[in-house]
């Protein structure tokens, strides 16, 4: 693919979500939940902020552990250096919002070789699908979030991107079927060399309605 593509075929800004969707994750959230005392499926940065404060701190230490360990083994996903380098050449604008904690992301990113523009981790804003990091992002950046498109694999991004007014993007790969939540996604892709023609087929039709 060329090293970029016509501006007005893109939006302002893309923004991405961290594990899963631009690096690998091995995180066992099943042990985790085991030796937290949190429940399986419930949302474990949620199930922290309800502990007493006294309990609180053994357990964002064990989440650290955890995060840590599965920062040093995380691998960059397939195309999406590539996908970067484009997007960037193509002047939009791009940054990670992640649940992860700062030095777990940066970890990720440094291992990886990524370079985004910004990076919001959860000491920054309420975790997802809080908007909040969206929004503070489109802020700085002076875009209106409907120019804006989130990438993620999870139903809390998609959700996180239309509390903020934003288009959600689903990174689909390692999906047999489709989750119940799987119709948030206002489009989907499942490797990244077909992101760009796809984000750009999705927002000609943006623009077309608008």
Known sequence: MSDSVNVKELPKAVI???DGTLVTSSLDFV?????TGCVPGQDILRYVEDL???????????????????AHSSEVIAGVPE?????????IKIGVV???????????????QLRVGRVLAREHAPP???????LMLADEWQVDPKH???????RYDLEAAHNAGMHAAWYASGYSSQPEWAHLAHFDFSHY???IPTLVAYWRKVSAGA
Do not use: W
Not at 56 to 68: F, G, L, P, R
Not at 98 to 112: G, M, V, Y
Not at 128 to 134: E, F, G, I, Q, T
């Open 83 to 91: 996908t970067l380098l484009k997007l960037s050449n193509s002047f």
């Open 52 to 70: 007493p404060e006294h309990e609180q701190s053994s357990v964002k230490a064990t989440i650290h552990d955890h995060e840590m360990r599965d």
């Open 193 to 195: 060399d077909d992101f």
């Open 148 to 154: 804006c498109v989130y990438v993620g694999d999870f």
């Open 128 to 134: 997802k699908p809080s908007p909040d990091a969206l």
């Open 98 to 112: 992640t649940r992860n904690s700062i030095p777990a992301s940066q970890l990720k990113l440094d291992r990886s």
């Open 16 to 18: 991405f979500d961290l």
């Open 31 to 35: 042990l985790l939940c085991k030796e």
